[in-house]
C-alpha cells in the first residue's frame, strides 16, 4: 500500500513538473520549495534558478532581476495565514516585460491546522478584468505594482512614486535633469524628498563613476570651507579617489551659505562652469532651499552670480498635501521597503487606517508618513496595520487638528490679523530707528539689523515716507 502511495505521489510529482499550467509552491518560511515546466517558459527563468529563494511581500525590485521574480510569487500574509486569495500581478520575464497575471494563492494544511506551504496557481487574467483583490490592502498592493511598471516604462526611474499631477510635472523636469550635467535647484518644504529627487538623477545618468555628497550649508563656515576643499581638490587634499570622487554635490539649504563661499564656488567653476586650475572634473552642482532662491538675493544673502549659476534648472517639490493622488501609494510603498529583508511580512493597511491618513496634514510630509509608517509596522502583530497601530504622536496630532480655536470672552479685544499686526509693529519699529538715527538710512538699517536695501523695499511697502 506505501509502494502504490509512492508512485501515486512521484506520478504527480512528474506531472506538476511538466505541466504547462504554472505552478509553484512557497513554504511557510517563505521559500521556494517547486517551480514547473509552465512557470519556466512564463518567466524565463529555471526552477535551478529560483528555487531556495526568500520571497517577500514588496513591489520595488529591480526590473528583470531574480529578486523581481521572487518579489511576484510572494503569497500575501493573509494567505500565510490561511486564507484563499486570487491576486493580480505582474510576473517578470527574463527577456522581456512582464505580463498580467492571476495567481491563486492556496494553503497548504499539514497536522490541522498548521500551515507547511502555499501553493501558487498562475492564470490569465479575466478579459474585461472583473475580477479584484477582495481587500484595499490586496488592490493598493496590486496598484502600487501597476504604477511602479508604468513609471519606469515612462520615466524610466524605478525610487520615486508620482500618480498627481503635481509630482507628475516634477518628472517631466527631472528627465530633462537627467539629459544635461547642468545645475539643478529643488525647492520646496522640509520632508518633501528633495534629496531623494537629486539622487535619482544622480543614479539614472550614465556617466564616469562616482559618489553623491550632500553638504550641509548650514554647518560651521570652516567645516564648509574645509569640506569643499577637500571635494573639489581631492588631489591637493588627500580626498577620496576612484569611485568615491565626488561626481554630484548637493548642497542643502543653499541659502545659508556663507558668500565668501558662494565667491569661492563662482571661482571654482568659473563663467562657463568649468575651472581652468584643476586637472579633474568638477561635480555636478545640485542645490535645495526650502524658500525661493529670489528672497535670499534681495535680502543679499545670495550673490546674484551665485543666484545664476544655481538655477539653470529649479524643480519645486510640493509638499504631502498637494500630493493627494499619492498619499495611498507612498504609504503602501514605505510598507513594502520595510518588508525587505524583515523576518514577518505585512500585507498593508486595513480599511479603518485610510481615513485617518487622508484626514491628517502631513506638516512633516513624506518624512512624516515614513516615520508613522515604521512605527505603525513596528506595533502591528496582524497580516494588515490596524487603527490602533497608528503611532500615539500621529493620533495626538490628528486630535489636534479637530479642535477648533478657543472661543473669546466677551470682554477679551479681537484678535486682529496677523498680517495687519506685524505690519503695525514693524512700521513702529523702523520709524522709531529712522528717529534714533535722525533719518541716516544707514545706521537705521544697522539699528534694525537689515541690510539698506531691505529697509528701502519695507518703507514703500508699509508706506513710511521720508519726512
Known amino acids: 500500500m506505501r509502494e502504490r502511495t509512492g508512485k501515486k505521489k512521484t506520478r504527480l510529482e512528474t506531472w506538476l513538473k511538466?505541466?504547462?499550467?504554472?505552478?509553484?509552491?512557497?513554504?511557510?518560511?517563505?521559500?521556494?520549495?517547486?517551480?514547473?515546466?509552465?512557470?519556466?517558459?512564463?518567466?524565463?527563468?529555471?526552477?535551478?534558478?529560483?528555487?531556495?529563494?526568500?520571497?517577500?511581500?514588496?513591489?520595488?525590485?529591480?526590473?528583470?532581476?531574480?529578486?523581481?521574480?521572487?518579489?511576484?510569487?510572494?503569497?500575501?500574509?493573509?494567505?500565510?495565514?490561511?486564507?484563499?486569495?486570487?491576486?493580480?500581478?505582474?510576473?517578470?520575464?527574463?527577456?522581456?516585460?512582464?505580463?498580467?497575471?492571476?495567481?491563486?494563492?492556496?494553503?497548504?494544511?499539514?497536522?490541522?491546522?498548521?500551515?507547511?506551504?502555499?501553493?501558487?496557481?498562475?492564470?490569465?487574467?479575466?478579459?474585461?478584468?472583473?475580477?479584484?483583490?477582495?481587500?484595499?490592502?490586496?488592490?493598493?498592493?496590486?496598484?502600487?505594482?501597476?504604477?511602479?511598471?508604468?513609471?519606469?516604462?515612462?520615466?524610466?526611474?524605478?525610487?520615486?512614486?508620482?500618480?498627481?499631477?503635481?509630482?507628475?510635472?516634477?518628472?517631466?523636469?527631472?528627465?530633462?535633469?537627467?539629459?544635461?550635467?547642468a545645475p539643478v535647484h529643488f525647492v520646496g518644504p522640509r520632508g518633501v524628498g528633495k534629496e531623494h529627487l537629486a539622487r535619482a538623477i544622480h543614479q539614472e545618468v550614465e556617466v564616469q563613476a562616482g559618489s553623491f555628497v550632500p553638504l550641509d550649508c548650514r554647518q560651521s563656515p570652516f567645516a564648509l570651507l574645509q569640506t569643499l576643499k577637500r571635494l573639489l581638490h581631492p588631489e591637493a587634499e588627500d580626498g577620496p579617489v576612484g569611485a568615491l570622487l565626488p561626481r554630484t554635490m548637493f548642497l542643502t539649504d543653499v541659502d545659508t551659505l556663507p558668500r565668501d563661499l558662494q565667491e569661492r564656488l563662482l571661482t571654482e567653476y568659473g563663467t562657463e562652469g568649468v575651472s581652468a586650475t584643476r586637472r579633474m572634473p568638477l561635480p555636478r552642482l545640485m542645490s535645495s532651499s526650502t524658500e525661493r532662491l529670489h528672497d535670499a538675493v534681495e535680502d543679499e544673502r545670495l550673490i546674484p552670480e551665485f543666484f545664476f549659476l544655481l538655477t539653470t534648472l529649479t524643480i519645486e517639490v510640493p509638499s504631502l498635501r498637494e500630493r493627494g493622488d499619492d498619499l495611498i501609494p507612498l504609504a503602501q510603498a514605505f510598507l513594502e521597503s520595510q518588508n525587505r529583508n524583515a523576518d514577518r511580512q505585512i500585507g498593508g493597511f486595513a480599511d479603518s487606517v485610510w481615513p485617518q491618513v487622508r484626514e491628517y496634514a502631513w506638516p512633516g510630509n513624506l518624512d512624516e508618513l515614513a516615520m508613522v509608517v515604521q512605527e505603525a509596522r513596528q506595533n502591528c502583530t496582524a497580516p494588515l496595520i490596524g487603527a490602533s497601530d497608528l503611532p500615539l504622536r500621529f493620533r495626538a496630532g490628528l486630535e489636534a487638528q479637530?479642535?477648533?480655536?478657543?472661543?473669546?470672552?466677551?470682554?477679551?479685544?479681537?484678535?486682529?490679523?496677523?498680517?495687519?499686526?506685524?505690519?503695525?509693529?514693524?512700521?513702529?519699529?523702523?520709524?522709531?530707528?529712522?528717529?534714533?538715527?535722525?533719518?541716516?538710512?544707514?545706521?537705521?538699517?544697522?539699528?534694525?539689523?537689515?541690510?539698506?536695501?531691505?529697509?528701502?523695499?519695507?518703507?514703500?511697502?508699509?508706506?513710511?515716507?521720508?519726512?
Request: aromatic share 4%; with cysteine; glycine share 6%.
Open 402 to 467: 479637530s479642535v477648533g480655536p478657543p472661543q473669546r470672552s466677551l470682554d477679551e479685544p479681537p484678535i486682529p490679523p496677523l498680517d495687519e499686526h506685524l505690519a503695525t509693529i514693524e512700521r513702529d519699529l523702523i520709524r522709531r530707528a529712522l528717529i534714533k538715527a535722525k533719518r541716516n538710512k544707514t545706521l537705521a538699517a544697522k539699528l534694525l539689523g537689515i541690510p539698506r536695501p531691505v529697509l528701502y523695499r519695507r518703507m514703500e511697502s508699509l508706506e513710511i515716507g521720508d519726512e
Open 18 to 181: 511538466s505541466a504547462t499550467t504554472p505552478v509553484f509552491l512557497v513554504s511557510a518560511s517563505r521559500r521556494v520549495l517547486f517551480f514547473n515546466a509552465g512557470c519556466e517558459q512564463l518567466t524565463g527563468w529555471t526552477a535551478d534558478e529560483i528555487v531556495g529563494e526568500m520571497v517577500e511581500f514588496a513591489s520595488d525590485a529591480d526590473p528583470r532581476s531574480i529578486r523581481e521574480l521572487a518579489t511576484a510569487l510572494c503569497p500575501p500574509p493573509d494567505s500565510l495565514a490561511g486564507k484563499e486569495l486570487d491576486v493580480p500581478v505582474y510576473v517578470p520575464n527574463k527577456s522581456g516585460p512582464p505580463i498580467g497575471k492571476l495567481i491563486r494563492f492556496i494553503p497548504v494544511h499539514e497536522g490541522g491546522d498548521r500551515i507547511t506551504s502555499v501553493l501558487g496557481i498562475i492564470s490569465p487574467l479575466p478579459t474585461p478584468a472583473t475580477s479584484q483583490p477582495t481587500s484595499l490592502a490586496l488592490r493598493y498592493h496590486a496598484e502600487l505594482s501597476t504604477l511602479r511598471w508604468s513609471l519606469r516604462q515612462r520615466f524610466g526611474l524605478k525610487t520615486v512614486i508620482a500618480r498627481s499631477p503635481a509630482m507628475r510635472r516634477v518628472l517631466e523636469q527631472v528627465c530633462i535633469a537627467r539629459g544635461t550635467t
